[in-house]
Nanobody
Framework: QVQLVESGGGLVQAGSSLRLSCAAS????????MGWFRQAPGQEREFVAA????????YYSDSVKGRFDISRDNAKNTMYLQMNNLKPEDTAVYFC?????????????????WGQGTQVTVSS
């Protein structure tokens, strides 16, 4: 079981940047593929970005590609999401998740550990 805690959310203006962090309490963080998902009010949870176990492969949704950057530090048991040029439509609760599947996982059903989420609000 992996315990995940997100931090770094907040209220910012459009065009600003934020960096989210996801701290994992687990013996071997590098055994898990990681991902970020988000959920806006009244909408389903959607995939944002994913990274494989080593950090050597990443994948992004079309809506954030070129603006967001996912990374991980396996020595610190932490994953990050650098979000640049934020837009009002990025407003959502952002969740980090851990998957025991090999590879870069973009399907929520392949993640079996989830954090509680951190709110990101972007004003226009």
């Amino acid at each position: 079981q992996v315990q995940l805690v997100e931090s770094g959310g907040g209220l910012v203006q459009a065009g600003s940047s934020l960096r989210l962090s996801c701290a994992a309490s687990v013996r071997t963080f590098s055994n898990y593929a990681m991902g970020w998902f988000r959920q806006a009010p009244g909408q389903e949870r959607e995939f944002v970005a994913a990274i494989n176990r080593s950090g050597g492969n990443t994948y992004y949704s079309d809506s954030v590609k070129g603006r967001f950057d996912i990374s991980r530090d396996n020595a610190k048991n932490t994953m990050y999401l650098q979000m640049n040029n934020l837009k009002p439509e990025d407003t959502a609760v952002y969740f980090c998740a851990a998957s025991s599947w090999v590879g870069t996982q973009i399907i929520a059903a392949r993640y079996n550990n989830w954090g509680q989420g951190t709110q990101v609000t972007v004003s226009s």
